[in-house]
Every structure is written in structure tokens, then in C-alpha cells.
């Protein structure tokens, strides 16, 4: 089943409730309706549960509409399970119209779908690149542009972005990925900035290790070569004394991000990002200072 046919059978059994859709929800002013993308597992699951669980709507998305199957029959018509690859453009302005339809706004976008993609630079293919940034970057600018003309007519709405603590540092092995995030974390400050004026917030979450499927069943690794064996050896030991983060409880932080009256642009979720990012960063700031003479050189006479 595509998207597109999976958004038509979802509002035919819409249709079929007899308390669904807008009207059963008009002049609420507490609950939030949702759209999340990577539902089916990790975080994404984890998001969805936790707004679910307190009374919010949420339209769900996988690319496999049966891992969706768990979450509506615990909660019926308040869950939206939508089909979809988001890098298939068209299906992902499909499926936020068939939430839009069905639930009469989206106040809250999450862009969790996404995947690791494991190995050296060298080590990398062309296609393998390029479909990790089709998903991790391009998927979600496909949805953020699908959202924010839903959300400019609100006036109102928040776009999580799920990033990483690899979007604003790098570790050997992952160039591919971190491509990925450091792109979605550029266009994601341009796009805070911009969208601000129209009541629209934007939050990138940055997550440490957590105990996901991220580097496991969904990942994808180069075929490596064997001088890059120390370096996979290396990290190999760094994540094993890596501090794992549970995904249950990042769903319930993430609620206090929503609901927030001023989020903030940045937040790292688990406790190992800031310690890391505190010495990157001081380490960059000794680097730039200790090479300035340069710089000035380089300005040139003004």
C-alpha cells in the first residue's frame, strides 16, 4: 500500500467513527494534535505515547502502517496511522492534508524518521549518501514545508526537529551521517528565525546514546576497509562506556518542550551532550583564538 492509498483507506475508516474528526475536538483548548513521523518505534513511539497518554491527537506516520497497529487500538480515533516514506515529497503533503482534514489543525510537527549510516568517509558509497540525506535531511524538509502553511493560517504551532548531539560535533565513522544532521541544523536556525513573527516556534532536540534502534536493525553500514579497522575498534570501545538514555522518558521531556511559552531553539536530551560539547566547544573557541593573526590577515587592508 503507498502513502497516497494509505491516507484514502485511513479517512474511509475516519469517516466510519462516529465521534471522529474536527468537530469532536472543536473549542478544546488544552489538547494538542499532532504529526509525527518514525512512529513505529523509538522515539518517535515514545513521542506518540506520551501525547496520547494525556489526551492529545496524533497523526502517526511509519513506513509500515502496521507497526502503527499497536497505538490505535489502544487509543482508537485520537491516533491517524498514515503510510508514508518521507522522502517521497508528494505523499508527505498528502498525509499532513489527510491530518489537517481529520483533525482540523497540526499544532505540533515532530521530524523524527530517520537512520544511522556507518562508516569512514573513504568507505562510503555515492547512492548510500545520498539516501541518507534524502531521509534525514530532505524528508524532513519535506514535512516542515508541507506544516508550515498549516501553521502560518493558525497562527500558531511548533516544529520539533530531531537531531542529535552529532549535529553540532563529529565522530569518526558517521561523516555520512553527520552530513545529514549538520545540514538539518543550519536550515533549522535559518528557519527560527524566519518563522518566529509568524507565532511559529521551532526546537531542535539533540539526543546522547539512548536505547534505541539506531544502530542496530535500521542502520546502514559501508563495506569497510581494513585501514580504517582501528578507528571502528575505537569507537566501538567509547560507546560501550557510553551513558544510555531510556526513549520512555525522553517522551515525557519532550511534552515540557511543547508546552513551554518560549521553547528553547536548542536542547540536548540525556546527560552526556553537555559534557562533551562544553570541551568541543572550548576546544573551537582555543583554535580560533590561537590562529586569529591569520584571520586578520586575511581580512586584507580596509
Not at 481529520?102 to 537512520?115: E, M, S
Not at 546514546?209 to 542496530?216: K, M, P, V
Request: charged share 20%.
Amino acid at each position: 500500500m503507498t502513502a497516497h492509498s494509505a491516507g484514502r483507506a485511513t479517512n474511509d475508516v475516519i469517516e466510519q467513527r462516529s465521534d471522529a474528526g474536527v468537530n469532536h475536538y472543536e473549542g478544546d483548548p488544552i489538547s494538542k494534535t499532532w504529526f509525527i513521523t518514525g512512529a513505529g518505534r523509538g522515539f518517535g513511539r515514545e513521542f506518540a505515547l506520551s501525547a496520547l497518554r494525556r489526551g492529545d491527537r496524533v497523526a502517526a506516520t511509519a513506513r509500515d502502517a502496521a507497526h502503527l497497529t499497536e497505538l490505535v487500538e489502544q487509543f482508537d480515533d485520537r491516533v491517524l496511522p498514515l503510510e508514508l516514506d518521507v522522502t517521497d515529497r508528494e505523499a508527505g503533503f498528502a498525509a499532513v492534508q489527510t491530518a489537517v482534514t481529520t483533525f482540523g489543525r497540526i499544532d505540533v510537527l515532530v521530524n523524527n524518521a530517520g537512520y544511522g549510516l556507518f562508516g569512514a568517509v573513504e568507505e562510503l558509497g555515492e547512492q548510500q549518501l545520498r539516501d541518507q540525506l534524502e531521509t534525514n535531511f530532505f524528508g524532513a524538509l519535506n514535512l516542515t514545508q508541507a506544516v508550515i502553511p498549516v501553521m502560518r493560517e493558525q497562527g500558531s504551532g511548533h516544529i520539533i526537529q530531531v537531531s542529535t548531539i552529532g549535529g553540532i560535533m563529529a565522530f569518526p565513522n558517521l561523516g555520512g551521517y553527520h552530513a545529514s544532521k549538520w545540514a538539518l541544523e543550519g536550515l533549522t536556525e535559518s528557519l527560527s528565525q524566519e518563522v518566529a513573527s509568524l507565532g511559529i516556534k521551532v526546537t531542535l532536540v539533540e539526543p546522547g546514546g539512548f536505547a534505541t534502534d539506531w544502530a542496530g536493525s535500521s542502520a546502514v553500514h559501508a563495506e569497510p576497509l581494513a585501514a580504517y579497522d582501528p578507528v571502528r575498534a575505537a569507537m566501538a570501545e567509547r560507546r560501550g562506556e557510553a551513558q544510555i538514555g531510556d526513549p520512555a522518558a525522553a517522551g515525557a521531556a519532550l511534552l515540557e518542550i511543547v508546552d513551554a511559552d518560549e521553547p528553547p531553539l536548542r536542547v540536548f536530551f540525556g546527560t552526556q551532550p553537555l559534557e562533551f560539547v562544553t570541551h568541543v566547544y572550548a576546544k573551537r573557541i582555543e583554535e580560533w583564538n590561537a590562529w586569529s593573526h591569520v584571520s586578520a590577515a586575511a581580512q586584507g587592508g580596509v
